[in-house]
């Protein structure tokens, strides 16, 4: 399909262990984003990709948390040593571009972590 | 600091009715708001935007209005439909800040009552 995809859909992980997981953003987008969505919460922003500029890590709740982009690409987030406060929905965005105006996001279906 | 609220979790309107969700923000540099509507395990979907340039846009059912002075907007959908329930996120950005993080209120559980 021509929408963002994230694999895996479910991961169960136990506390401690390492995840990846991936996000493959709609081709042409320039920027890519991501967010997590606790049991009840709203989404809380992550971290944010544009092109060849330094990624904005605001949002990274810690440095067990990392993400990586290829290019206008692919884009892995890492968390290692997860925690069960780490359980939550992971979505990724993509949007045609940011700097020369604004564009909607358009989200993947999430990657749902459960840290046990 | 929550920098956009959508202070109602839930709300249930009839079928046909008009359905009003509301959403306000602190940051006066915000400059461009979007809705989304999420079904359960799926992503977010985009429904309609406005630019801090204009106080109302119009796209079939959905009607989006900003009020800057007070930093509200609220989405109206009319007629509602029972396809309509989801949860209602508001966003909302600043491009003169120089980022293009969007912020997210914490959602509106809407449900259409056929």
């Known amino acids: 399909g021509a929408g963002v995809s994230q694999s895996p859909s479910n991961k169960v992980t136990e506390k401690g262990k390492d995840v990846e997981l991936r996000c493959d953003p709609i081709?042409?987008?320039?920027?890519l984003y991501w967010y997590r969505q606790r049991l009840g919460q709203g989404l809380e922003f992550l971290i944010y990709?544009?092109?060849?500029?330094?990624?904005?890590k605001s949002g990274l709740p810690s440095d067990r948390f990392s993400a990586e982009r290829t290019g206008e690409s692919v884009s892995t987030l890492t968390i290692q040593r997860t925690q069960q406060e780490d359980s939550a929905v992971y979505l990724c965005?993509?949007?045609?571009?940011?700097?020369?105006?604004?564009?909607?996001?358009?989200f993947g279906n999430g990657t749902r972590l459960t840290v046990t | 600091d929550q920098q956009v609220k959508q202070n109602s979790p839930s709300l249930s309107v009839q079928e046909g009715r008009i359905s009003i969700l509301n959403c306000d923000y602190t940051?006066?540099?915000?400059?461009?708001f979007l809705w989304y509507k999420k079904y359960p395990a799926e992503g977010p979907t985009f429904l309609i935007s406005?630019?801090?340039?204009?106080d109302k846009n119009e796209d079939g059912r959905f009607t989006v209005f900003l009020n800057k002075s007070a930093k509200h907007l609220s989405l109206h959908i009319v007629p509602s439909q029972p396809g309509d329930s989801a949860v209602y996120f508001c966003?909302?950005?600043?491009?003169?800040?120089?980022?293009?993080?969007?912020?997210f209120g914490t959602g509106t559980r809407l449900k259409v009552l056929a």
């Open positions: 965005a993509s949007s045609l571009q940011a700097g020369q105006g604004q564009s909607p996001l358009h």
């Open positions: 081709s042409g987008h320039t920027a």
């Open positions: 990709f544009q092109g060849n500029s330094a990624p904005d």
């Open positions: 940051n006066s540099m915000f400059d461009y």
């Open positions: 406005i630019s801090s340039i204009k």
């Open positions: 966003a909302a950005s600043s491009l003169p800040s120089g980022t293009y993080k969007y912020i």
